[in-house]
């Protein structure tokens, strides 16, 4: 079974909901660490709670993303890592050739076209409203060197009702979320992305 590594910058629901599905048996992974962005993130304590080794690493302390980005490998390469399933990680990861692929995230929004630099969070919701569009949802997506732009794994799609605020829209999506990612990292795992072979 593959080692998994869950980066936070928030709250952690998706990476204790990735977590709960590895253990009773609905991912074929096995939760091995946690790299948080800052030591803020609320997802810290809840992880550590689920026996999951956290190391928070600040883009700050480095002086680019590419030596922000190796720092975070470096962690997941001590631990044996060999899949990394972004669950609300704010910051910009560059993808050295050896972890293309092998990048999930989940991003809030239907990509491509609701997604980009500073789509993220509520900003998304805020635009699918003013967009006037009847369904929103959530991608799942391998990461590339391009914000919310690699190869779509799976994708959950919720109603946009009228008279729905950001909240509401949010609400819907996460449980979305909930669903959504354990069953696609699932799939993932077991038969690969679109047109690739299954992780090696
Ligand atoms: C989720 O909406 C996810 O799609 C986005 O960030 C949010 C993270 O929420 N990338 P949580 O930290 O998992 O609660």
């Not at 990476?15 to 800052?38: E, F, H, K, Y």
């Not at 995230?105 to 900003?123: C, K, Q, S, T, V």
């Not at 949010?170 to 690969?192: D, F, I, N």
């Amino acid at each position: 079974m593959k080692a998994l590594a869950l980066f936070i910058s928030g709250t952690g629901g998706n990476a204790v909901n990735l977590v709960q599905a590895c253990r009773d048996g609905r991912v074929p992974a096995r939760p091995t660490l946690a790299v948080a962005s800052t030591p803020k993130a609320g997802g810290i304590a809840r992880l550590e709670a689920l026996g999951i080794p956290v190391v928070v690493i600040v883009r700050s302390r480095f002086e680019s993303d590419e030596a922000f980005s190796t720092a975070c490998y470096d962690a997941c390469e001590q631990a044996g890592v060999e899949v990394i399933c972004l669950a609300g990680w704010l910051k910009k990861l560059v993808v050295p050739r050896k972890w293309e692929g092998r990048i999930l995230n989940i991003h809030p929004g239907l990509l491509p076209r609701f997604g980009g630099a500073g789509m993220y969070g509520m900003n998304v919701h805020r635009a699918v409203i003013e967009a006037g569009v009847a369904e929103s949802g959530c991608t799942i997506h391998l990461v590339d060197n391009d914000y919310d732009h690699g190869t779509t794994l799976a994708v959950g799609k919720v109603p946009v009702r009228p008279g729905d605020l950001p909240e509401d829209i949010q609400k819907r999506v996460y449980s979305e979320e909930m669903r959504l990612y354990p069953e696609a990292l699932a799939t993932y795992l077991t038969s690969g992305a679109p047109n690739a072979d299954p992780p090696t």
